[in-house]
C-alpha cells in the first residue's frame, strides 16, 4: 500500500468517528434512568459508606482528651522571636511571656560576655599594675569589636521585642564583675544565680513589709540580709573570699588609682593588703565636731600621729623615693595635672613637675598666712607676690600654647593664693 492512500484512509476514518460524537451530541436527552438492578445498588451503597464513615472514623484523632500532653519542646527555638510568637500561640500571656525571653535573653549574653572577658578578669592585679581599669584593657584588642558587637546585638533584640510585646523589656545588663574574676566559671554561674534569687527576695519583703511599722520592717530586712550573706559566703572557699573582699575594699581602689606608679601586679597587690592591715590596726580618729574637725586639737594630734605611722609602713616597703611616687600617684591634683599633659601632649613627668610648683607655692602661701609677724597689708603684698612669681613659673614651664589650657583644667588653685 502506497503511503498516500496510508493517509487518506487514515483521514477518512478520523472524520468518520468525529461525524459519529456530533451526531450522538445532537441527540435528544434521554429520560432518567429505571432503578438500577439489586447487584449495581450494593456497589453504590459501598461507595457512599465509605465517604461517610471515613471522616466519622477520624474525628477521635483530634479530640482534646487524646491529643498529646503540652511539651516545652513544641514552642521552644533557638530563634527568640519564633519561641514569643509559640508562646502567644498558645495562649501564653504577654507578661510571662515576656518574663520567659527577658530571663533568657539576660542569661544567654552574660554567658557570651563572660565568656569573651574571661581572660580578662582573670588579670585583676596585671590592670592595676598597668595603670588601667580593666575595660581599657580591651581598647585596641580583638575583644572589644566582639563585645561592642554583642552589645548592639542585644539592643536591636530588646528594640524589637519592645515592639511586639508593646512594652520596653528590662533585660539585665551582662556586666563584668572584676571583683570576682578570680572564680571559677561554675562559681561564678552560681553567683549569679543566687544573686537573682536573692534580689527577688528583697523585692518581695519589702512589697510584704511595706506597711509595717519601721521597727518590724528592719527587723525583717536585717535578718533577710543576714541570711542571704550566710548563703553568699558559703560559696567561697576562705581563700577566695579573701580575695573578693581585697578586691573590694578601699585600699584595693586606692592602689588601682595611683597614678605614675608601675611596679609588679604581685607587689601591688601586697601593697593593697599591707594599707588593709595598717586601717585595720590603725583606725582613723574620730572628731568631737564631724562638722569642724579641725578645731579639735586633740584630733589633730592623733590624726598626725597616725600619718606618721603610715609614712614609716611606707617607707620601710618601699623607700623614700617609692613613698614619694606612691603620695603623688595617689594626688588627685595630680590626676587632674597627667590628663592636661596628655591633652598638651608632652611628658608626664611635666605633670610631676607643676605638681611640684603648685605644692611649693602652696606650702609657702601656708607659711605666709600663719606668719603672725605680718601686719595685714604687708600679707597682702606678699601673697600677690607669691601669686605672681607662680604665674610666671608655671607659664614658664608649661609654654604659651598650653598656658590658657591650665588655666581652664587646672588653674582655679592661683585664685586662692592671694585671697
Request: charged share 30%; glycine share 6%.
Amino acid at each position: 500500500m502506497s503511503l498516500r492512500r496510508y493517509i487518506l484512509g487514515t483521514v477518512t476514518a478520523n472524520l468518520a468517528l468525529v461525524g459519529a460524537l456530533l451526531w450522538q451530541t445532537a441527540r435528544p436527552s434521554a429520560p432518567a434512568p429505571a432503578p438500577a438492578p439489586r447487584g449495581k445498588l450494593a456497589v453504590t451503597t459501598r461507595v457512599s459508606t465509605e465517604v461517610v464513615i471515613e471522616p466519622a472514623a477520624r474525628l477521635p484523632e483530634v479530640k482534646v482528651p487524646r491529643s498529646p500532653p503540652f511539651q516545652w519542646s513544641s514552642v521552644e527555638s533557638t530563634n527568640y522571636f519564633v519561641c514569643l510568637t509559640n508562646l502567644l500561640a498558645i495562649g501564653c500571656p504577654k507578661e510571662t511571656a515576656r518574663d520567659i525571653l527577658e530571663a533568657r535573653v539576660a542569661d544567654e549574653f552574660r554567658v557570651r560576655l563572660r565568656e569573651l572577658v574571661r581572660p580578662f578578669n582573670a588579670q585583676f592585679w596585671q590592670s592595676v599594675a598597668d595603670g588601667k581599669a580593666l575595660e581599657k584593657m580591651l581598647d585596641g584588642t580583638p575583644t572589644e569589636k566582639e563585645v561592642e558587637e554583642l552589645k548592639e546585638e542585644q539592643k536591636r533584640i530588646q528594640a524589637e521585642l519592645q515592639a511586639v510585646l508593646g512594652k520596653e523589656t528590662k533585660t539585665d545588663k551582662p556586666g563584668r564583675n572584676e571583683q570576682f574574676g578570680h572564680l571559677a566559671e561554675e562559681k561564678q554561674t552560681g553567683l549569679t544565680t543566687l544573686d537573682g534569687r536573692h534580689a527577688k527576695e528583697r523585692e518581695a519583703l519589702n512589697r510584704e513589709v511595706a506597711k509595717a511599722p519601721p521597727a518590724e520592717r528592719a527587723a525583717k530586712q536585717k535578718e533577710l540580709r543576714e541570711r542571704q550573706g550566710t548563703e553568699r559566703r558559703a560559696l567561697f572557699s576562705d581563700g577566695e573570699w579573701a580575695e573578693a573582699e581585697l578586691r573590694r575594699s578601699p585600699q584595693a581602689r586606692q592602689v588601682r588609682e595611683l597614678r605614675g606608679y608601675a611596679d609588679k601586679p604581685e607587689n601591688l597587690r601586697a601593697q593593697a593588703e599591707a594599707l588593709r592591715e595598717f586601717d585595720t590596726a590603725y583606725p582613723r580618729p574620730t572628731p568631737r565636731d564631724p562638722k569642724r574637725p579641725f578645731d579639735d586639737p586633740d584630733f589633730n594630734a592623733k590624726l598626725e600621729e597616725r600619718e606618721t605611722q603610715r609614712k614609716a609602713q611606707l617607707t620601710a616597703r618601699l623607700g623614700e623615693a617609692g613613698v614619694a611616687t606612691f603620695e603623688r600617684g595617689s594626688d588627685p591634683r595630680f590626676h587632674t595635672l597627667l590628663k592636661l599633659a596628655r591633652r598638651l601632649e608632652v611628658q608626664p613627668a611635666s605633670a610631676a613637675q607643676w605638681l611640684e610648683l603648685q605644692t611649693a607655692s602652696q606650702k609657702l602661701v601656708r607659711q605666709t598666712r600663719q606668719n603672725a609677724g605680718l601686719a595685714d597689708d604687708a600679707r597682702a603684698v606678699a601673697l600677690l607676690a607669691i601669686r605672681l612669681e607662680t604665674e610666671r613659673t608655671l607659664q614658664a614651664a608649661v609654654g604659651a600654647r598650653g598656658w590658657s589650657a591650665y588655666q581652664r583644667h587646672a588653674g582655679d588653685w592661683l585664685k586662692q593664693l592671694s585671697d
